[in-house]
């Protein structure tokens, strides 16, 4: 009986693991194969446009603390603060808008002197053309600029060897609980 259900559950496994992201070979075969065609193919910019929710408060946060230093609440800019997070990526501003993707990853405080994110994270696209793709985000966030550009240094999926640029632009931050919406745009090179 253990044995059989072992097999059943492989079996399923395997089936689930097909390595197939919206019609792309992600084995190291089709990944071996889709360089040997890479110079053949044209590069061209996709432009994306989405809400980013920060959400730290109430039960279900997206955004979670990891750690501190012993000095980090007594530092006009929380230096030391690493933040966790799995916020969700939607067409619209609204809580309730669809979401398209999310925002996986870290950033930290590590301003000591002006509020700047150093942000490390990977955003993992569930709907449409990109269901499945990622794009990898490395950057600096001055958080209380109108405008803050970071670079997006790779991707996967259909974003394969992406480079671009993404910025940044608060559209709401609630004092009271800490929760942000965040602007983003998006324009990647890639294949
Ligand atoms: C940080 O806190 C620990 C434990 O309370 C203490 O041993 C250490 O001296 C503190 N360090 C600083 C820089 O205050
Ligand atoms: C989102 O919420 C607003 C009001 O809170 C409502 O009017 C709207 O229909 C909702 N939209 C969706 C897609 O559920
Ligand atoms: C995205 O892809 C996943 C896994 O391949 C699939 O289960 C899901 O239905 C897709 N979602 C959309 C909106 O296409
Ligand atoms: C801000 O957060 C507080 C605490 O969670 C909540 O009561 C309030 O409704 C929020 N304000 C807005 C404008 O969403």
Redesign the pocket.
């Known amino acids: 009986m253990g044995k059989v259900c072992c097999a059943i559950l492989l079996l399923c496994s395997m089936v689930i693991a097909i390595p197939i992201v919206n019609g792309i070979d992600q084995s190291p075969q089709g990944v071996a194969k889709w360089f040997k065609n890479q110079p053949k193919m044209k590069e061209k910019v996709t432009k994306l446009h989405f809400y980013f929710h920060d959400q730290v408060s109430g039960k279900n946060p997206t955004a979670v603390i990891v750690a501190q230093a012993n000095t980090t609440f007594q530092s006009p800019n929380l230096f030391g603060l690493v933040v966790v997070i799995d916020d969700a990526l939607t067409v619209g501003p ?5 979401i398209v993707g999310r925002a996986q990853g870290t950033y930290s405080s590590a301003g000591l002197d002006d509020a700047v994110a150093a942000m490390s994270l990977n955003f993992v696209f569930t709907s449409g053309a990109y269901n499945g793709s990622t794009l990898s985000v490395l950057g600096r966030n001055a958080v209380l600029h109108t405008y803050r550009e970071m670079p997006i240094v790779g991707g996967s999926g259909v974003f394969r060897l992406a480079r671009g640029i993404a910025t940044a632009k608060s559209y709401s931050f609630n004092a009271t609980s800490g929760d942000a919406i965040v602007e983003y745009n998006v324009v990647v090179l890639h294949y």
């Open positions: 609204e809580p309730n808008s669809t």
